[in-house]
């Protein structure tokens, strides 16, 4: 079952480095955004498949961390990194 | 050469090509979402490394609380950034600024090169110690009891780089609410979410600052989840940044190092040493230090986050 | 039993992993910021759900069991907002680039 796993674990490991190539490209700013997203989901597997590999069960809590801090650093994004949004269409004095 | 050694040549390969084109990015925003790409990847190479400890702070501060402070300030320098680009140093700038980082890499592999190989360690001292504390994760043993002075000392470092944000204020705003006034549809999808997850992420950085006693976690993890959902709040317009000539505030931000001290100087009172703790009340203490120092990390990391005061008090 | 959770654990590991291809693929080849998108979100979701199911049964205890699907749930919920807040995005600023 390890090897299996190992192997799945590099599997999603190379997905995460084409992954990699939208935040090299872009060409949208979104574009960034949506790679630097799919890091975060395929670190979180990546996370939990090597907990179960190397029998750390903490992994799951560095996992549990990336969940959420990845969110906000998203989030972070919608709000800064495109200019010209204003989150949820208010009349915002944000982004400067 | 096994399964296992090709998946950590790989992961390092990546790692590190990431960190080089991170750095070789010409634009401001394309190299702060690498850099945050950076931040989600590294845990990974810590965890294989069983420093768990380590990677849940890179993912709290790489990954979250890092990136969102870089992107802030590359939506800042957005509008100058044309300009900055155009003016290209010249030559012997490049070279000097090339010969110094060359410098600099070579002085500090040499010293990783030169390590005393098996390299001199305290952990078996350390590990066989940890029942003088009643606390079984060695990494918080080290951080709260072995070398408690430097814990302390980091918390005032963290004061001190607060003071010196917010001197970066104008004299108007001195002692204002720092960063703009967020605004968001209260119905709408962001409000939502910062109404939904901040009670989840409370919860888990609790649990991270609870465990870290046993497990993996601790004070710094902890405070720094608080700090992030803080910050999701009042990116939603669902409150706004507290005005920092509040007294509670600045009694929360001298709280983690300020007990910390109270405790060192009770363990001169009682005939044992500075920052030493009672043998039978160390866990009691240690927690209670903890306490005080998860919220002045949470709120010293969300109001470093936030900036320098921006608007008066009264707004 | 224990042969039947393997054979669960493989097959669901092997699904999630094929979302994560079509996902990662489906960024880097479709045409617009949208349909991109929609590449992203289904499959990465659905790609880290089935690497949670497939992972369930290796768990050792219940505790860790729920720790794992609360981390999936997690990341739907924000997921799902995030590509929302993306897409009002690329909408807001005109054509997809």
Not at chain 2, 62 to 91: D, F, I, N, Q, Y
């Amino acid at each position: 079952m390890t090897e299996f796993l190992t192997a799945a674990l590099g599997f999603i490991l190379a997905m995460l480095a084409l992954g990699l190539v939208p935040i090299l490209r872009g060409p949208g700013d979104a574009d960034r955004m949506m790679a630097a997203q799919l890091i975060g989901t395929g670190g979180i597997a990546a996370l939990l498949l090597l907990g179960a590999v190397t029998g750390v069960p903490a992994a799951a809590d560095v996992a549990l961390t990336v969940a959420l801090l990845a969110t906000f650093a998203s989030i972070a994004f919608v709000k800064k990194g495109l200019p010209h949004l204003d989150a949820d269409e208010a009349s915002s004095t944000e982004d400067r | 050469m096994t399964v296992a050694t090709i998946l950590e040549m790989v992961l390092g390969a990546v790692v590190l090509g990431l960190g080089a084109w991170t750095i070789a990015a010409r634009e401001t925003f394309a190299a702060t979402v690498g850099y945050v790409a950076y931040g989600l990847l590294v845990p990974l190479i810590w965890v294989r490394l069983d420093a768990v400890d380590v990677a849940l702070t890179e993912a709290a501060i790489g990954g979250g609380l890092g990136g969102v402070l870089l992107l802030g300030a590359a939506a800042r320098l957005r509008a100058s950034e044309p300009a900055a680009a155009a003016e290209t140093p010249g030559k012997i700038v490049r070279l000097g600024a090339a010969g110094a980082s060359v410098m600099v890499a070579a002085a500090l592999s040499a010293a990783v090169l030169l390590l005393p190989d098996p390299a001199p360690t305290l952990a078996p001292a350390a590990i066989a110690n940890a029942s003088a504390t009643g606390l079984a994760n060695p990494v918080t043993n080290v951080l709260m009891a072995f070398r408690a002075m430097d814990t302390m000392l980091e918390k005032v470092v963290l004061l001190l780089a607060i003071v010196g944000v917010w001197s970066l204020a104008s004299d108007q705003a001195w002692g204002g609410r720092p960063g703009p006034r967020h605004q968001a549809d209260p119905h709408g999808v962001f409000a939502f979410l910062a109404r939904l997850l901040p009670p989840v992420g409370i919860v888990v950085g609790i649990y991270m600052f609870w465990t870290g006693a046993d497990h993996p976690g601790g004070a710094f993890q902890g405070g720094s989840m608080l700090a992030a959902m803080w910050l999701l709040v009042i990116m939603a317009g669902l409150t706004d940044t507290p005005p920092a000539s509040g007294r509670w505030l600045r009694l929360v931000l001298i709280a983690g190092p300020g007990v910390f001290l109270a405790v060192g100087l009770g363990g001169v009172c009682f005939g044992l040493a500075f920052l030493a703790y009672p043998p039978t009340n160390a866990k009691p203490l240690i927690l209670g230090i903890e306490v005080a120092m998860v919220l002045t990390i949470a709120v010293t990391l969300g109001l470093l986050v936030a900036g320098a005061p921006e608007r008066s008090p009264q707004r | 039993m224990s042969f039947a959770l393997d054979i669960l654990t493989i097959a669901a590991v092997s699904a999630g992993a094929f979302f994560f291809l079509a996902g990662t693929v489906g960024l880097l080849r479709f045409p617009d910021t949208l349909t991109r998108l929609h590449a992203l979100t289904k499959a990465d979701n659905l790609g880290l759900g089935l690497v949670v199911l497939g992972l369930l049964p290796q768990a050792g205890s219940v505790r860790h069991g729920l720790k794992l699907v609360g981390i999936w749930l997690l990341v739907l919920l924000a997921g799902a907002t995030v590509s929302q807040l993306i897409a009002r995005a690329a909408r807001q600023g005109g054509p997809a680039r």
